[in-house]
């Protein structure tokens, strides 16, 4: 069964240290890999799509990359303003334009 | 350009009533896509619309569960005798063909 899973499930840093958030994947024939930011009460909005390994993608202080069975958002220095739940989804080959998407990773920064 | 805009915001029915969420699309956008997010749970695929057509309801419950687009006016996901279990956030996104989606807000749906 393809899945999809977002580690860790929760992440509190300091504003200023930079760490990683991981997706990893097991499909069967992999379309595109979505990242998400979700703040409480809105819908997800859209940050990255990877479409092939070793592809990287960056926006201000975060960066995507992509290897063939996992996917990382980098963040540097981040700032409390960055506090949000980032998702991961898939998008198979297979399928239509469906995602699957993982449970997420809820960051907390801190000033 | 207005966004995906989804109403209401928050809806309140009894077990037994029913729900009618509804979603407009971003001006130009034929595909329309439909997921649930339950407490604790990640986004799950419900149904993808384009107009007038259901392209996968794969992920829609059997019972119970429609999905309509027609051709004026906004889609339309609705609940018949809704149960407890049916509380969630429900997020409709719209794209253009072969492209990228955008969400909306969301619709937040308690049964007492």
């Known amino acids: 069964e393809d899945q999809v899973t977002q580690s860790p499930e929760a992440l509190r840093l300091q504003e200023g240290e930079s760490s990683s958030l991981n997706c990893s994947y097991t499909?069967?024939?992999?379309?595109?890999l979505f990242w998400y930011r979700q703040d409480p009460g809105k819908g997800p909005e859209f940050l990255f799509t990877?479409?092939?390994a070793g592809e990287e993608k960056e926006k201000e202080r975060l960066k995507a990359t992509l290897t063939k069975k996992e996917s990382f958002l980098h963040i540097t220095a981040p700032k409390p303003e960055d506090s949000a739940t980032y998702l991961c989804?898939?998008?198979?080959?297979?399928?239509?334009?469906?995602?699957?998407f993982g449970k997420g990773t809820m960051l907390l920064v801190s000033p | 350009n207005a966004g995906v805009m989804q109403n209401p915001r928050h809806l309140v029915r009894r077990r037994g009533q029913e729900a009618r969420l509804r979603c407009s699309p971003m001006?130009?956008?034929?595909?329309v896509y439909w997921y649930r997010q339950l407490p604790e749970e990640g986004l799950k695929f419900m149904v993808y619309?384009?107009?007038?057509?259901?392209?996968?309801e794969s992920g829609m419950p059997k019972e119970r569960f429609s999905a309509e687009f027609p051709k004026e006016g906004p889609s339309i996901l609705r609940i018949q005798q809704v149960v407890r279990g049916d509380s969630a956030a429900y997020f409709c996104?719209?794209?253009?063909?072969?492209?990228?989606?955008?969400f909306g807000s969301g619709t937040r749906l308690t049964v007492v």
């Open positions: 989804a898939v998008q198979f080959n297979s399928g239509y334009s469906t995602l699957t």
């Open positions: 499909v069967s024939g992999l379309r595109g």
């Open positions: 990877l479409y092939s």
């Open positions: 619309l384009q107009k007038e057509n259901i392209i996968d």
């Open positions: 001006k130009g956008h034929s595909h």
């Open positions: 996104a719209s794209s253009p063909p072969a492209s990228d989606y955008t």
